[in-house]
């Protein structure tokens, strides 16, 4: 049965209009701040409370909050008034995090502290005529002498590629409705609740010997990582969040076996499936938020290590790649990995593996773990060893080392599986692991290396 929605604060000043709704048959908190023409789209005092308590009613009532909004920052006209109503809004989705999913669908402009809300909600969704910066073109040219029009700057297309602040894009509203709808459908209401079932008539058990067909006979070929997840998760569904951003990482929701889970995998098609800052950051956002709402992790392992680079470690490769590994390291919830091919050195251990808590870790027999590969290791432990000496070194030390069963002797890996069975071995993992109950040592908060 369908409830009426109920208007909250329906009779205050201002645009921004809170009620109760349901999309895709999920109970949400829905706030619909699209200024249109009205004070040119600002927020007004009594906006930025509104849209606080919408907030506020949301981690209240335990109810995912949805956000439209399309504003041109806070009402000059209102003075210091304007912006305390913002920050109180500010203060009360930040509250929500880690709580209830926050998603905002931006729809037009967004300017300064309204920018700023996207990157406080877990997913955005932007559609084509949308745009947000904190900075608009007018400044930009004014402080570097450099013109750019506002897409440039802050378009759907540039925050989908650019920024990653963009987690979809849409055409129009209806199809960031429909977009929302398929979200929430992986995500429970609250931290307190488990994702919702997503029965189907996928066997469980049901074979994937095309999942190893995907990749190439060159061990240093590339392949596209998705089309292994798809054979492996049920009915081939994935919804990839920044998908256009940090490509040589993919992030993705799907089901086995009727779970909700969260997937992350290398992805040899880009940057040879190596990590760098943007990777890091995308896969430690996303392993934090289906931590947070009790999503099991499953990932997939095929890199050979940390892009290297002068400019990458000036702009903080270090603390970048410690956030993946303080993200898996705290998480809770069941993990499962699968390591496809390559699985080298520092990317090796914050890809979820055994030593930072992973549950289950598993390897097909093409698998290769180790410090790294043979001729980085030959050229450092033979320096002058000639080219036919060499080659012989580089296949001893293949033969010796590179192969999932040294590795699963001393426990680092717990099967090494045909990879026929993967999907009816991560199944199995969940299964065993659904009762999985973890905790942290208690402490205020911890601090993430950001």
Known sequence: MTSSPLQIRAGTAGFVRVRTAEIGGRAVIDVD???????????????????AEAARCARQQRRPIVLRLASSGADISEGVAALDGWAAAARELARCSGVVPVVVV?????????????????????????????????????????????????????????????????????????????????????NGAD???????????????????????????????????????????????????????????????????????????????????????????????????????????????????????????????????????????????????????????????KPMGNDVALAWPSAEIAVMGAKGAVKILHRSAGPAERAELEEAYERRLLNPYVAAERGAVDAVIDPADTRREIHAALEMLAAKRERLPRRRHDNTPL
């Open 33 to 51: 701040a699209r200024g249109g023409d009205e004070h040119s789209g600002a927020l007004m005092p009594s906006d930025g409370h509104s849209l």
């Open 195 to 353: 994702p919702p079932a997503r029965p189907g008539t996928d066997p469980a058990d049901r074979p994937t010997p095309e999942a190893f067909d995907v990749l190439p006979e060159n061990p240093a070929g590339s392949y596209d990582v998705r089309d292994v997840l798809s054979v492996v998760v049920d009915d081939g569904g994935l919804l990839e969040p920044q998908a256009g951003w940090g490509a040589n990482l993919v992030t993705a929701f799907a089901s086995i076996g009727g779970r909700a889970v969260g997937m992350v995998a290398n992805q040899p098609q880009a940057l040879a499936g190596t990590l760098d800052i943007t990777a890091s950051r995308k896969g430690a956002r996303f392993v934090a938020f289906c931590d947070a709402f009790n999503l099991p992790l499953v990932t997939f392992v095929d890199t050979s290590g940390f892009y290297p680079g002068k400019d990458l470690e000036w702009r903080g490769m270090i603390r970048y790649g410690a956030q993946l590994a303080f993200a898996y390291a705290r998480a809770t919830v069941p993990r499962v990995n699968v390591t496809l091919r390559k699985s080298y050195g520092g990317a090796y251990i914050v890809m979820d593996s």
């Open 106 to 190: 931006a729809t037009g402009p967004n300017v300064s502290g309204p920018a700023l809300m996207l990157g406080l909600a877990d997913f955005v969704i932007m559609t084509d005529d949308a745009y947000a910066f904190v900075s608009g073109p007018r400044m930009v040219e004014q402080f570097t002498g450099v013109p750019v029009d506002r897409d440039e700057l802050g378009g759907a297309r540039a925050h989908h590629l650019r920024s990653g602040v963009a987690s979809f894009t849409a055409s129009d509203a209806a199809e960031a409705d429909e977009a929302v709808a398929d979200l929430l459908g992986y995500l429970p209401d609250h």
